[in-house]
């Protein structure tokens, strides 16, 4: 894998999540920000939740990291309020 990706946790079209990878020097928008809206596939691996969603993107490897969709809501809707991840 390109050491110029990243990933973005997002819902799955069959429920539950999913997460997608991004490549900065091709998925950025006109403010230099990263884009989100990476198309999710079908065929996409299917989390039950999005803590499995979320590990498995950290265990990916990936230079600039895990972003959460803002489909996904928020840290209360998650029911992670408070997390602070792994080391």
């Not at 498995?56 to 990291?65: Q, W």
Request: charged share 30%; proline share 3%; glycine share 10%.
């Amino acid at each position: 894998m390109s050491s110029d990706n990243f990933h973005v946790v997002r819902k799955h079209p069959k429920g539950g999540f999913t997460y997608v990878t991004g490549l900065a020097s091709h998925d950025i928008d006109r403010n230099y920000g990263l884009k989100l809206d990476i198309p999710v596939k079908d065929s996409d691996t299917q989390y039950k939740t999005f803590d499995d969603a979320l590990v498995a993107a950290m265990e990916d490897c990936s230079e600039h990291g895990v972003i959460t969709h803002p489909e996904c809501g928020d840290d209360d809707d998650l029911g992670i309020s408070g997390w602070e991840g792994t080391d």
